[in-house]
T-cell receptor, first 116, second 115 residues
Framework: DAGVIQSPRHEVTEMGQEVTLRCKPI?????LFWYRQTMMRGLELLIY????????DSGMPEDRFSAKMPNASFSTLKIQPSEPRDSAVYFC??????????????FGNGTRLTVT | AQSVTQPDIHITVSEGASLELRCNYS??????LFWYVQSPGQGLQLLLK??????LVQGIKGFEAEFKRSQSSFNLRKPSVHWSDAAEYFC?????????????FGTGTRLQVTL
């Protein structure tokens, strides 16, 4: 089991550029979550999918953020245009179902985004 | 809304010493509670969870936690810390649901282990 795979591990970009973060969940998991971690706000849920369908995107900070899950093995989080305040570590996590009593969340190693 | 508070931002212990990390929850009913560990450059890993039943729960890596309703606490303990335990530890709750989308994390406690 390769775990949740995120790419890239690090991304440095200039303000105004488009940024795309990628995630491959664990095979067989049907729920996928995108989190953002910052010193100021801690760990925040941005959006989650169940069976490739976005269920709750209320945590997405602005319209500049969008996420897709075209199939069960791939998801993207896009920021367009990026701003310095978007600098953070972005985590993807997956689980089998949304009931974490039965199936815990498995986190990827994160993408550290720096917007200059 | 449910929340958890971790009052200690940073703790330093000597290798071999015992450890207790504090977590207080705020919720009217019995909440679902979790402890996660985040090693440098890694994602979060679940250490243990509490839903109901026995208030002392055992987790991985020799950790345990005790749910105390009277103190609204769910403190994490380990009898003898190893240098590899140096990491950041997060307490979390999902309220009275076991739903991942409702997970709320504490601000974390960074553990430093001295040799």
């Amino acid at each position: 089991d390769a775990g949740v795979i995120q790419s890239p591990r690090h991304e440095v970009t200039e303000m105004g550029q488009e940024v795309t973060l990628r995630c491959k969940p664990i095979s067989g998991h049907n729920s996928l979550f995108w989190y953002r971690q910052t010193m100021m706000r801690g760990l925040e849920l941005l959006i989650y999918f169940n069976n490739n369908v976005p269920i709750d995107d209320s945590g997405m900070p602005e319209d500049r953020f969008s996420a897709k899950m075209p199939n069960a093995s791939f998801s993207t989080l896009k920021i367009q245009p990026s701003e310095p305040r978007d600098s953070a570590v972005y985590f993807c996590a997956s689980s089998f179902g949304v009931a974490i009593g039965n199936s815990p969340l498995h986190f990827g190693n994160g993408t550290r985004l720096t917007v200059t | 809304a449910q929340s958890v508070t971790q009052p200690d931002i940073h703790i330093t212990v000597s290798e071999g010493a015992s450890l207790e990390l504090r977590c207080n929850y705020s919720y009217g009913a019995t909440p679902y509670l979790f402890w996660y560990v985040q090693s440098p450059g890694q994602g979060l890993q679940l250490l243990l969870k509490y839903f109901s039943g026995d208030t002392l729960v055992q987790g991985i890596k020799g950790f345990e936690a005790e749910f105390k309703r009277s103190q609204s606490s769910f403190n994490l303990r380990k009898p003898s810390v190893h240098w590899s335990d140096a990491a950041e530890y997060f307490c979390a709750t999902s309220g009275d649901t076991g739903t991942a989308s409702k997970l709320t994390f504490g601000t974390g406690t960074r553990l430093q282990v001295t040799l």
